[in-house]
């Protein structure tokens, strides 16, 4: 007997074909398609119960599946939610918000004042091992109240079943914007443990089921007070790999895909129509530690910025997706100033700098970067342009939390970054960011420290005054720039592709501006 | 048999506290704090200091680990910083993915590699060994990564003949199990081809053949037979990689097992998921070395463990 030869392999061959296309056709018919709609997230969100929402996944699954007093819209705008309206008086310390009467949880409950305090309450408590209170902070007693040195907070006050009364432990006219955050997401008395698994809310989805790394489904809640969702389901994907989540659109399975920065030529040739622009809410900046060797001197971190060929940067290895940056407040937030011009590319005038700070020669410093692969090239590009100056950088890659003990731990000279808006205020891109309160940890990891920039800010979130806030974060804005804390880059702008059948949908402005209500598949 | 089984299911023991110890030591000297992962980009050093004393990290290190241990004797792997479920739970849940991944890939890598490999032995020179030897070279040089976005180009995207990604029937087990079986094929293919030819020239298949045997069952039973250790030896080894995580795989497609659990949870230090994994993960590596070791005996009577 011989083993069969020749014709056996084409055979083989034929039959393994058809076979795949067998398996193939019978994968196309079984593609989930119809009224539903698919949303992904790169990676499994850490609970589905707001007091345990640290990270953007999570934040993006509580505005999907609860309610807030107040909540932001698609273009960042702050609406009312479990609130109607809401006031302050006028020492701005005491903010009364007004609830409406016909909101409901998923399982039937009646949402008043009452449960609107007892969500706060258990959000504070130590037990609940929330490790995002602070923008809870501002209410008087909170703060004490979640270190478990007192049993209640004074600063929470409901007169009736439809009124909540905050008081504040000094003015702060970003309050509201702080309630539409996560945290405060209003969850029904006394949930059950496992509830993060396996949430009941009030928001415009109901929660059907979590398979972790997979997939969570919602379905629409016709009950909503808002007005039901159009579409009757939303599958949200786990899908970690960017390149994937392209696949899984081009192939019809995702309802819209965010175009990562290193395909945007391929998509802006590929599909035009489908694709979306937006300027994001971000900061991508190099931080200059302001207490570290030569950059305490600010002819020094004005000349890495004068050194720095931002320009050909962003669009040579960006694509242009940006809006270069002359401080830290983006387009789109009050007190951005168009007319301010960045910093040039002036390698004649960095180099006067350097020679008057006593630097002729330059020196060495270390920029600390994460392993994201869009900011790899921005290191390099940086590193190119400063050894021009004589500046040598060495880049150090290691993976995010390292990066981020030694940034806020203060050991790092440079630290190649960014920064997305939490809420669409000014606020959010100088007290944290600049104020010497928060060096370190709190997000002013230039470690600056300047008292009369400490002081405008302060008084630029307390004053009730708008045009006030207006005129005062154009100032700090103008006084940031001045200082350079940064090597300032640019504002990315986000691109994302919309199914063409998809209908209703644009790039929310702050990450739980979109909550899928008015989207919809149009065959 | 059963007294070789008992010793090696007790060395289990010190082998299981070495890499506990390790784990414990690497993370602890490992830069990064679990708590900064756990508040976020912005956070308060009040609720750093809270959440520190809470997890009792700021207690000495032996105080620690006897903690830890305490735990995991009694069979409690601990809860996540992060997501506040049990990790055993957590790794239960993940781990039946994992198995069929590498399941469905070793099956595939045993059928390809091993036919190919005897048929290259059998025939050396001839076209479908050296085409096998190519593909060897390729399969082993080629990135999985590489592969798998290749994979889903080429049959998700531009054919529709497959899913792209994630995990919802068999269908979308094939591209996951050829991008990640690839290199075993090909280690796989060369070992049994080495194997069988230096079997095939031995006496005992000269007489088998002299007997008048068919060629079949002197290729497949006598020779095949005898060259089967070193190709159990590559079976073992590989499914054992493959069943702690195939963390690139995994990614790319979307795969919900373990491998991507225990990524997550190093980058965001959650240090009792990353290491209730290892221990986890390291059992298992552990058993499927012991299965193979008792698969020796079955393949070669002359293997004997008493």
């Known amino acids: 007997m011989r083993l069969p030869t020749g014709p056996a392999i084409p055979l083989l061959r034929r039959s393994l074909l058809s076979g795949l296309l067998l398996l193939g056709a019978c994968a196309v018919g079984d593609a989930p398609r119809g009224a539903g709609l698919q949303y992904y997230e790169s990676a499994d969100p850490a609970s589905l119960d707001p007091a345990l929402s640290s990270d953007v996944q999570s934040g993006e699954m509580v505005a999907l599946l609860f309610d807030n007093l107040v909540r932001f819209d698609v273009d960042a705008k702050l609406e009312p939610g479990l609130a109607r309206r809401w006031e302050s008086d006028s020492s701005g310390t005491v903010y009364t918000f007004h609830l409406r009467t016909d909101a409901r949880f998923h399982d039937g409950r009646r949402i008043d004042a009452r449960a609107v305090r007892a969500s706060l309450l258990r959000a504070l408590d130590p037990a609940s091992k929330s490790g995002r209170q602070w923008p809870l902070f501002p209410i008087e007693g909170a703060r004490e109240y979640a270190s478990g040195k007192s049993a209640r907070v004074p600063g929470i006050h409901v007169p009736d079943d439809s009124t909540i009364v905050f008081t504040l432990t000094e003015p702060l006219n970003i309050f509201p914007k702080l309630l539409a955050m996560p945290v405060a997401a209003v969850v029904p008395g006394a949930p059950p443990p496992g509830f993060g698994q396996a949430p009941v809310g009030s928001g415009p989805w109901r929660f059907v089921s979590w398979s972790h790394d997979d997939a969570i489904v919602l379905a629409r809640n016709p009950a909503y007070w808002g007005g039901a969702p159009k579409a009757d389901s939303l599958v949200v994907r786990i899908i970690p790999e960017a390149l994937t989540q392209g696949a899984e659109y081009e192939t019809g399975n995702l309802s819209v895909v965010e175009i990562p920065f290193g395909e945007t030529q391929r998509w802006e040739m590929a599909r035009p129509q489908e694709l979306q622009h937006r300027p994001a809410l971000r900061d991508l900046f190099i931080a200059m530690n302001t207490t570290r060797g030569p950059l305490r001197d600010v002819r020094v971190r004005r000349a890495l910025n004068l050194g720095t060929d931002v320009a050909t940067l962003l669009r040579t290895q960006m694509a242009g997706r940006g809006v270069r940056a002359a401080g830290a407040i983006p387009p789109g937030i009050v007190g951005y100033d168009s007319t301010r011009a960045p910093y040039p590319w002036d390698t004649a005038g960095a180099r006067r700098l350097l020679r008057e700070a006593g630097y002729p020669n330059g020196f060495s410093v270390r920029l600390w970067r994460s392993q994201r692969a869009e900011l790899a090239r921005v290191a390099q590009s940086v590193q190119q342009d400063l050894g021009l100056l004589g500046i040598r950088v060495e880049i150090v890659e290691r993976d995010a939390p390292s990066v981020r003990a030694t940034v806020r731990n203060g050991e790092a000279d440079l630290y190649l970054g960014d920064w997305w808006a939490d809420y669409p205020d000014p606020e959010n891109f100088t007290y944290p960011l600049f104020h010497s309160s928060n060096k370190g940890t709190g997000g002013n990891y230039a470690f600056l420290s300047d008292s009369s920039l400490d002081a405008m800010i302060i008084r630029a979130r307390s004053t009730p005054d708008t045009l006030e806030k207006e005129r005062l974060s154009r100032a700090i804005d103008a006084r940031v720039f001045d200082l350079a804390p940064w090597i300032f880059l640019w504002f990315p702008i986000d691109i994302w592709a919309v199914q063409p059948d998809v209908k209703g949908w644009r790039i929310p402005a702050v990450f739980t501006g979109q909550r899928w209500i008015g989207v919809e598949r149009v065959r | ?306």
């Open chain 2, 1 to 306: 048999m059963s007294r070789f089984l008992l010793t090696r299911l007790a060395l289990l023991v010190p082998t299981l506290l070495g890499v506990l110890i390790v784990t414990f030591l690497l993370l602890y000297v490992a830069p990064g704090d679990p708590v900064q992962a756990m508040v976020g980009e912005r956070a308060d050093p009040e609720t750093i200091a809270r959440l520190r004393a809470e997890l009792h990290l700021d207690d000495p290190l032996p105080t620690q680990f006897v903690r830890y241990v305490g735990g995991v004797v009694r069979g409690d792997l601990g809860t996540s910083y992060i997501t506040h479920r049990q990790i055993l739970d957590d790794l239960l849940h993940r781990f039946p993915a994992t198995l069929q991944l590498a399941g469905a890939a070793m099956l595939f890598a045993a059928l390809t590699g091993i036919s190919v490999g005897i048929y290259g032995s059998w025939r050396p020179g001839g076209f479908v060994d050296r085409a096998s030897a190519l593909g060897a070279y390729l399969g082993v040089s080629f990135p999985v990564y590489w592969v798998g976005l290749l994979l889903i180009l080429v049959f998700a995207v531009t054919f529709r003949w497959l899913p792209p990604s994630g995990a919802r029937g068999p269908l979308y087990l094939i591209l996951p199990a050829l991008a990640l079986g690839m290199r075993s094929v090909a280690f796989l293919s060369r070992m049994t081809r080495a194997a069988m030819q230096e079997v095939l020239q031995s006496d005992y298949v000269r007489t088998a053949r002299a007997k008048g045997l068919g060629e079949g069952r002197v290729v497949l039973r006598h020779a095949f037979r005898n060259a089967l250790l070193p190709v159990v030896t590559v079976l073992g080894l590989d499914f054992g990689s493959y069943l702690t995580g195939s963390i690139l795989t995994e990614t790319i497609f979307s795969w919900p097992g373990v491998g991507r659990y225990v990524l997550t949870a190093i980058e965001k230090r959650d240090l009792p998921a990353v290491q209730g994994s290892i221990l986890f993960l390291s059992l298992v590596f552990v058993l499927v070395n012991l299965v193979t070791d008792m698969v020796y005996a079955r393949v070669d009577p002359r293997v004997a463990y008493d």
